[in-house]
């Protein structure tokens, strides 16, 4: 774009150093114009060319901006479903845990209980038997 503006101002300069000389100049090949409004027309057409190449590419840049505005927002999109789905999964996970610990404690404190009465049971015994010794003894 701006290769084609600086081209088109320098074919417009150097229309204008060149100068202005009678025998090149006809009705035929300037359309009823002077030297220096060829120039002129040649400078707005220039302009008018820069001008409306400055608009395309503006189109073209929003148009890349809107698409890249697009693209980014699925892919937060698709971020945010797999965040919520990977919260999902750890939630479960953390529900599945507390139940196995709870079972796993309902177990251990059945065992202890257990332990404890089995304890209970042989200290029992073995204070009978202590006792049985004693009246032995004494006797």
Known sequence: MKTTTISSMLL??????TGCHKAETTPANTNGMGPAQSAGKAVDDAGAKAAEESRQAAAN???AAERAGEKIDAATDRAAAKTE???????????QAGAEVR???????HNVKEGAKDATAA??????RTGEKMQNASK
């Open 103 to 109: 079972e796993g404690s309902k177990e251990a404190a």
């Open 12 to 17: 417009a300069v150097a229309v204008l150093a």
């Open 123 to 128: 200290t029992g015994r073995a204070l009978e």
């Open 61 to 63: 840049a929003n148009a």
């Open 85 to 95: 789905a990977a919260a999902e999964r750890t939630g479960e996970n953390v529900r």
